[in-house]
């Protein structure tokens, strides 16, 4: 990391325990009596029956000794399976709870929405409601007089302002949340998924806010999400959790792989034998048996070589204009193109048959791909049948050293040929 | 790299130093006290018909229903003031204690919600609740205030004396008092639940245990008497009443001990709902 960046948050061996079980009676009476049972070594009597004992040291580690710096204007994305802590982590940033060990420390205000709208009064009218959210979030008056403006332009309710908010569709309680939080003067800004809930036009106007006011006011985020693809667009920096620790931390691209638990396979050749089918209505027809690419011992290619892929297969019925499908796709699965091969084949229940494929993939860009081998038979409404469908061979294809950057958050997965003069 | 050697602007660690009262903090949410407020008073009587007449009605008839009570039909001495008067100046500052003490108890379970979801410093809630209580106080005291001038001007038995003038005293010991047994009910309430149970009923019980609905002087001079006056809101009704309609006396002596209760409790409150409220959420 940079070290001539400020670090506005260093959190050090933060851990928090929970307590398993259920937390006293609940009733000042059932913890005396509790008590009582205990000094005198009896069975509790509140202790449901056949209900497993926890014993005072059987706790659960929601956070298990994190360690994370973070730098001035950075946008931190967050990630992990439910349960992994990033909630947790989130509630100890905004102070909702407090921690067992370890230390947080921060240079600046903090936000959080860890919910939209946080005690917005349904009585109230909008504009009642974005000096109270806005106070509650850590504004003072004079700062919301300022900003209100903006806020109700940005919440696109100008026109209800003056309604009470109990009479709002859920999308525009949503957006006017959202605007209130979105314009904080904080440095730092806590997001726990907000963006779930406002249709994708309003998503959209929100992530672009956020790096806004990242890039030009140098406010760092953290930002907890499963929607990768907002994590891909909002993100500079992104960490993984697991079980109440962080397992990775570092480029965006390759902490979502870790995340999705990718485990790529660089051999260029595959036994598809007994491979799971992918989306089969009526069982396999044609086997796909093995894959190859032809004369290669590695899956990295140039743009500019062509891909030569082998296939063999046995019929398990007898077929006519057998087609073939090769689905390129991205590592976490996102489809980028499709190439076809029609009416290649034709042959009888029993028989094996083999055929070579090339596939020009100098339209894509750089990157690791994986792809889905598909036959099938088109019927006479245009659609198709699938015969077998199975996850194919991956690729790689690598950087050249003159070639730009692509910039594939705002330039798209596909390189088209270059521009011609005409 | 200079950044990172300076301290921290905030440091959140586990535990709260036992009087870490950071009020410094508390003043810098002054504006989400206020808005608190406001919020209360305009979406209190919203949708009624009465609207904000109700800011007075309850303090009437259960006045009313006192005189008649008490009055007419037990007959109890008012030591020769007009009882309507009197039960009126016992009962609204009894009212105002017994709301401030009812509504700052439930702080932690009425705003779990939002506590749940975003800091600011919690004894932001209890203040707010505290402070629209002396709203509501002033505006029946207003009240008091018009039935007071009619009955002087008709004549009747009351006479102003110079105690009336403790009055803003008076408030401030039962804004006190209300804020820091409520805040300790409300500390103890995240985990047991019996004491939301035990406030309502409490109080009603803790209203006959003072001189609301009878003199003090009606109690003689006995040990019953010293028991009553014990209870730091006793001396508070009678200097009220002595104050404004000139009957019984200033009990200097309880009104030290009860000051004295006041901060003792006010002060085991705000250590005991300090203790409590950074891990609260956890066990509510």
New interface residues.
């Given amino acids: 990391m940079d070290s001539e960046k400020d670090v506005i948050l260093k959190i050090s061996n933060l851990k928090k325990r929970y307590r398993l079980g259920v937390i006293g009676g609940g009733t000042l009476m059932a913890d005396i009596q509790s008590w009582w049972a205990r000094i005198r070594k009896k069975e509790d009597p509140n202790a449901k029956i056949g209900a497993k004992t926890y014993g005072k040291n059987e706790t659960f580690m929601a956070l298990d000794g994190i360690d994370l710096t973070v730098y001035k204007g950075e946008r931190l994305g967050i990630i992990g399976h439910n349960g992994a802590g990033k909630s947790t982590l989130l509630k100890l940033l905004s102070r909702v709870t407090g921690p067992t060990e370890g230390e947080i420390g921060l240079n600046g205000r903090i936000s959080s929405m860890l919910e939209v709208g946080t005690g917005f009064n349904p009585e109230l009218t909008g504009r009642e409601n974005i000096y109270l959210n806005g106070a509650i979030l850590g504004m003072t008056k004079a700062e919301v007089d300022k900003k209100i403006d903006q806020i109700i332009e940005f919440s696109e309710c100008s026109k209800f302002i003056d309604t009470p908010v109990k009479r709002y569709s859920s999308g525009m309680y949503v957006k006017l949340a959202f605007a209130v939080a979105a314009h904080l003067d904080s440095e730092i800004l806590v997001m726990d998924e907000v963006l779930a809930v406002g249709d994708m036009k309003f998503q959209q106007k929100c992530l672009n806010k956020m790096s806004e006011v990242s890039k030009e006011e140098g406010r760092t985020i953290l930002y907890v999400s499963h929607n990768m693809s907002t994590i891909r667009q909002l993100c500079s920096r992104c960490v993984v959790m697991d079980h109440g620790k962080i397992v990775f931390d570092g480029e965006v691209e390759k902490a979502i792989e870790k995340y999705l638990d990718i485990v790529s396979n660089e051999a260029p050749y595959l036994n598809l034998e007994n491979e799971p089918r992918l989306s089969l209505n009526e069982g396999i027809k044609v086997h796909l048996l093995e894959t190859a690419y032809v004369d290669r011992d590695n899956i990295r290619f140039s743009k500019k070589e062509k891909q030569v892929v082998r296939l063999k297969w046995k019929n398990e019925a007898d077929v006519s204009n057998l087609c073939l499908r090769i689905e390129v796709l991205k590592r976490d699965r996102t489809p980028v193109a499709t190439a076809m091969l029609y009416d290649f084949y034709a042959g009888k229940n029993g028989d094996c048959g083999t055929v070579c494929v090339e596939i020009d993939v100098s339209t894509l860009i750089p990157g690791q791909y994986t792809t889905i081998y598909t036959m099938f038979q088109k019927d006479s409404k245009g659609s198709t049948v699938n015969l077998d469908n199975v996850n194919g061979l991956s690729f790689e294809i690598v950087q050249e050293d003159d070639d730009i950057v692509w910039d594939e958050r705002n330039w798209g997965s596909i390189r088209l040929p270059d521009l011609k003069i005409k | ?1 200079k ?2 050697k ?1 301290k ?9 130093r036992l009087l870490e009262l950071n009020l410094k903090e508390v003043w ?2 002054k ?2 006290i ?3 407020v ?2 209360d008073f ?2 209190k009587y ?1 949708q009624t018909i009465l609207g904000p007449l109700w800011f007075i009605i309850q303090p009437l008839f259960s006045t009313i229903v006192y005189t008649l009570i008490f009055g007419t039909i037990a007959g109890l001495s008012t030591d020769g003031t007009p009882s309507f008067l009197f039960y009126l100046a016992g009962n609204v500052p009894w009212l105002f204690f017994s709301t401030a003490l009812q509504n700052t108890s439930n702080t932690f379970v009425t705003n779990a ?8 410093p919690r004894l932001v809630s209890p203040i707010s609740t505290v402070i629209t209580c002396i709203i509501n106080f002033l505006i029946q005291f207003g009240l008091f205030l018009v039935v007071w001038l009619c009955f002087f001007f008709s004549g009747a038995n009351v006479s102003l004396s110079w105690a009336a003038a403790l009055l803003p005293l008076l408030i401030v010991q039962m804004a006190l008092l209300g804020f820091g047994v409520g805040i300790i009910i409300s500390a103890l309430t995240t ?5 939301q149970v035990l406030v309502t009923f409490g109080v009603s019980l803790w209203m006959y245990l003072t001189p609301v609905v009878y003199t003090a002087s009606s109690l003689g001079n006995g040990l019953f008497y010293n028991a009553v006056m014990c209870n730091p809101m006793s001396p508070i009704i009678e200097i009220m009443r002595y104050g404004w309609l000139g009957s019984g006396s200033i009990p200097w002596l309880f009104w030290g001990i009860s000051w004295a209760v006041t901060l003792v409790v006010l002060f085991l409150g705000i250590i005991i709902f300090n203790k409590v409220e ?2 609260f ?3 509510v």
Wanted: glycine share 2%; net charge positive.
């Fill in positions: 790299m950044e990172k300076n921290y602007s905030v440091c959140i660690k586990p535990k709260n810098q949410y504006d989400l206020w808005l608190f406001q919020r305009k979406t919203k919600n939002v506590f749940g979801k975003v800091y600011f985990k047991y639940r019996d004491l950074k891990n959420m956890d066990t």
